[in-house]
C-alpha cells in the first residue's frame, strides 16, 4: 500500500519566493495534518483538516502560511513570501478520522530558506 | 494542560540493555497515548499505542507502561539494539473539542553501542 507521499523531498529557494508544499495522503484517510519540525520547536502541528475542511488552524505561524485540501487525495501548503526562519522539515499525515487514531507520516519535505 | 513532557531529552545504552522513556501528561481527556520512532531523514513512523483501559501493552520487545492516576506513560525497549537507535517521540490525542489532536512530546534521541 502507498503510504503518505510527500513532494518535493528537499526545497531551496531565496527568501521572499513562494513555496508550496504537496501532499497525498493514503487512500480512505479521512483527517490530514500538516507538520513542521524543528531542532528548537520540535515537532509542531500547523492545521489540520477532516474530510477536506480545516478544522484547527490555530498552529499556521502568519498569514504568509495557508494550506488547502480541495479533493480528498491532495493537500498544499503554502508560505508567500517565505522567509529564513521558515527553515524546517515540513511533515503531512493522514489518519482515518480524528486524532486519537494512528497518524501515518510522510517522508517530510526539507525546506531551506536562504 | 495541552503540555506533553518527555525525558530524557537523549539517552545512551548498552548493546542488550533496557532503555526508558517517560512522559506525562495534564489533560484527563486524552484517551489515546502513542509512540513515534523516527529515523533520520524519515517521518515518524507509529510504534505501539495504548489507551488508558489498560496498564500495560507490549508488542515484541516495546512495552508501554500506563499509570492514569499519575498521569504518566513510559516506554521500555528490551534487548536494546543498534537498529534502536532514533529518535522517540510520545503523544497523546483525544476526541472532540482541543484533544482532537496530537499533542507530541519534544523527543528522545536514543543511542544504543554496540
Known amino acids: 500500500d502507498a503510504g503518505v507521499i510527500q513532494s518535493p523531498r528537499h526545497e531551496v529557494t531565496e527568501m521572499g519566493q513562494e513555496v508550496t508544499l504537496r501532499c497525498k495522503p493514503i487512500?480512505?484517510?479521512?483527517?490530514l495534518f500538516w507538520y513542521r519540525q524543528t531542532m528548537m520547536r520540535g515537532l509542531e502541528l500547523l492545521i489540520y483538516f477532516n474530510n477536506n475542511v480545516p478544522i484547527d488552524d490555530s498552529g499556521m505561524p502568519e498569514d504568509r502560511f495557508s494550506a488547502k485540501m480541495p479533493n480528498a487525495s491532495f493537500s498544499t501548503l503554502k508560505i508567500q513570501p517565505s522567509e529564513p526562519r521558515d527553515s524546517a522539515v515540513y511533515f503531512c499525515a493522514s489518519s482515518l478520522r480524528a486524532a486519537n487514531q494512528p497518524q501515518h507520516f510522510g517522508d517530510g519535505t526539507r525546506l531551506s530558506i536562504l | 494542560q495541552q503540555q506533553v513532557k518527555q525525558s530524557p531529552q537523549s539517552l545512551i545504552v548498552q548493546k542488550g540493555g533496557i532503555s526508558i522513556i517517560n512522559c506525562a501528561y495534564e489533560n484527563t481527556a486524552f484517551d489515546y497515548f502513542p509512540w513515534y520512532q523516527q529515523f533520520p531523514g524519515k517521518g515518524p513512523a507509529l510504534l505501539i499505542a495504548?489507551?488508558?483501559?489498560?496498564s500495560e501493552k507490549k508488542e515484541g520487545r516495546f512495552t508501554i507502561s500506563f499509570n492514569k492516576s499519575a498521569k504518566q506513560f513510559s516506554l521500555h525497549i528490551m534487548d536494546s539494539q543498534p537498529g534502536d537507535s532514533a529518535t522517540y517521540f510520545c503523544a497523546a490525542g483525544g476526541y472532540g473539542g482541543a484533544t482532537n489532536k496530537l499533542i507530541f512530546g519534544t523527543g528522545t534521541l536514543l543511542a544504543v553501542q554496540p
Open positions: 495504548i489507551r488508558p483501559d489498560v
Open positions: 487512500s480512505g484517510h479521512n483527517s
